[in-house]
C-alpha cells in the first residue's frame, strides 16, 4: 500500500496511525474500561476473566496480562491507554516508559536526571545510538513469536499457493446520486410501495435496482449525513468516517429500522483515512456509528429489502445541521483526495460512491414545504455538465433557491469529485437521471453516473 510512513525507520518507536488504532481498537477500549473503579477491582480480582469480556485477540491478550508494553504496542496498544493499566498497577509514566527500555528503573531514572536519551544516533534505524534494539522483550512475548513465526510459515506457503490471484488497485467504477426520506423508509417497512402515492417513485428505481445487479461492487463508499441520530450537539464533527467492522440501524424514535445490519470494512476505511488527512483535510474517524435513515434509506432504494446487503460499506458523515456546514467546493475537493485514497489501496476492488440527501427540501418554519423543480433540475444538469463550476455556488443559494435543508446537496460533490473526468478521464456516462416530487416534502433526485 503506498501511503506515506516515514516514521517506519525511527528507531524504538511506533507511531499510533489509522492501521495502528484499527489493530487496537480493543485492547484499547479495555486499557479505557480501567478508568472506572469498579472495572479496576473486576480486573484485579481475575485479569483472565475480565480480559475474557473484550473481544481482543489472544496475542492483545497474552500481552496485558505479562504487562509488555512493547508487544502491547506492538498489537496495536497506545501509551496513553495502557496508562490506564500501568495506573491500575499503581506505576508512574516514568515507570512505564522506562519498562519498555530494557533499563532497570534506577538507571532510566538516572539518564533523565542526567539530560534524558540523547537523539544522537537514534533518529535512524541502523545508526549508532542506544535506542537501536528492541531493548526489552518478555519471555511470555519470545514463546509467543516462536509459535507465531510457525503460523507464518504455513500461511506463507498457502499464500504463494493463491499468488497471482490478488494483484492490483481498487478503482472507483461509477457514482450514484439519490435523496433520502424517512417516509421512504416507513414506505417499504410497512409495505406500502405500491400505493398510489409511492407507486410512481419506487418505479423510478426499477431501473437501479437491476443495473446494481449487473454492477454490484464489492465496496460502496457512502456520503451522507446524521441527522441528530449519532452526534448529538455534544460532538459535531464535519466529516466523519466510519471505519468499524459493522454498523447498526439507529433509533431514531420509532424503534430501529428492521433493516440489516451494514458490514464495513476497517482495511479500506483506515487507509483512507490516513491517505485523506495527509492529503490535509481532517476527517474524524468515528469506530463506534449507528446509521440513520440517511444511509439505510439509499441502500433500500438501491438494493430493495434483501436479508443481508450485498456488499461492504463505508460510510462518511457530513454535517449538514449545524452552520457552517463545508462548502460544495471544499466537499468536491475531498472527493478528489479520496479517489486518489481508494485507487492507492492495494487490492483489486470495485468501489462505488453514492452522493445522498437532498434535492429541494425545507422542513422548518413557515417556508416549510417549499419546492424548486426547476432548480433541482439544472442543479442535475450541472452536476453532470459541469461540478467544479457548480460546486462555488454559496450556500445562500441553496437556502434560498431549495430551501433550508436542501443544503444536504452539498454531499453530491463528494462523490462528483470522486469520479475519473475531474482527473482528466473522459465524462462519465449518465446510466439513469430520475427526478420525483413529492416524498414527504421533498424532491426526490436520482442520478446513476458511470466511469467510462
Ligand atoms: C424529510 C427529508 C429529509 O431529508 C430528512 O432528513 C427528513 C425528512 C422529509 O421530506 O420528510
Ligand atoms: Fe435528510
Redesign the pocket.
Known amino acids: 500500500m503506498s501511503l506515506d510512513k516515514p516514521y517506519l525507520d525511527v528507531p524504538g518507536t511506533t507511531i499510533f496511525d489509522a492501521d495502528q488504532s484499527r489493530k487496537g481498537y480493543w485492547l484499547n477500549q479495555f486499557c479505557m474500561s480501567l478508568m472506572e473503579a469498579d472495572n479496576r477491582a473486576r480486573f484485579k480480582a481475575d485479569e483472565d476473566a475480565y480480559l475474557a469480556e473484550w473481544p481482543m485477540t489472544d496475542e492483545q491478550r497474552a500481552a496485558v496480562r505479562a504487562r509488555d508494553l512493547n508487544w502491547a504496542m506492538r498489537t496495536g496498544g497506545n501509551i496513553y491507554f495502557l496508562a490506564k493499566l500501568g495506573a491500575t498497577d499503581g506505576l508512574s509514566f516514568q515507570q512505564m516508559a522506562g519498562s519498555m527500555t530494557g533499563m532497570t528503573e534506577q538507571k532510566y531514572r538516572d539518564m533523565m536526571i542526567g539530560g534524558g536519551r540523547s537523539v544522537e544516533g537514534n533518529r535512524v534505524v541502523g545508526e549508532g545510538g542506544d535506542a537501536q534494539g528492541p531493548a526489552s522483550h518478555s519471555d511470555a512475548w519470545k514463546a509467543w513469536e516462536e509459535q507465531a513465526q510457525q503460523q507464518l510459515a504455513a500461511a506463507v506457503e498457502a499464500q504463494d499457493a493463491a499468488k497471482g490471484q490478488k494483484t492490483g488497485q481498487a478503482r472507483i467504477t461509477a457514482s450514484v446520486y439519490t ?5 421512504i423508509g416507513a414506505a417499504i417497512d410497512h409495505g406500502k410501495t405500491e400505493e398510489p402515492y409511492w407507486q410512481p417513485l419506487f418505479k423510478g428505481y426499477e431501473f437501479s435496482k437491476q443495473w446494481m445487479k449487473d454492477n454490484l461492487p464489492d465496496v460502496i463508499f457512502l456520503v451522507y449525513n446524521d ?1 441528530a441520530t449519532n452526534f448529538d450537539l455534544g460532538v459535531i464533527p464535519t466529516f466523519a468516517i466510519g471505519t468499524a467492522q459493522e454498523f447498526e440501524p439507529a433509533d431514531e424514535g420509532y424503534g430501529p429500522r428492521p433493516v440489516p445490519v451494514v458490514k464495513g470494512y476497517p482495511e479500506l476505511a483506515s487507509h483512507i483515512a490516513q491517505s485523506v488527512i495527509q492529503q490535509d483535510f481532517d476527517l474524524t474517524i468515528v469506530n463506534r456509528l449507528k446509521v440513520d ?2 444511509l439505510t434509506v439509499p441502500l433500500n432504494l438501491l438494493f430493495g429489502s434483501p436479508a443481508e446487503w450485498p456488499c461492504k460499506v463505508i460510510p462518511l458523515h457530513v454535517n449538514v445541521v449545524q452552520y457552517p456546514v463545508p462548502s460544495g467546493a471544499r466537499c468536491f475537493a475531498l472527493g478528489q483526495a479520496i479517489r486518489r485514497a481508494i485507487e492507492s489501496f492495494d487490492t483489486p476492488l470495485n468501489v462505488q460512491i453514492w452522493g445522498t ?1 437532498g434535492m429541494s ?1 425545507q ?1 422548518q418554519g413557515p417556508r416549510a414545504g417549499l419546492i424548486n423543480a426547476e432548480w433541482d433540475n439544472r442543479f442535475l444538469d450541472r452536476l453532470i455538465a459541469d461540478p467544479a463550476d457548480l460546486s462555488t455556488m454559496p450556500h445562500i443559494d441553496y437556502v434560498r433557491e431549495a430551501g433550508s ?1 436542501g443544503i ?1 446537496l452539498v454531499m453530491w460533490f463528494i462523490a462528483r469529485g470522486a469520479m475519473a473526468d475531474v482527473n482528466g478521464g473522459p465524462a462519465p456516462k449518465v446510466a439513469h437521471r430520475f427526478f420525483h416530487v413529492p ?4 424532491a426526490v433526485g436520482h442520478l446513476i453516473l458511470e466511469n467510462q
Open positions: 435523496s433520502h426520506v424517512p417516509a441527522h435513515h440517511g440527501g427540501h422542513l435543508e444536504e416524498a414527504s416534502n421533498t
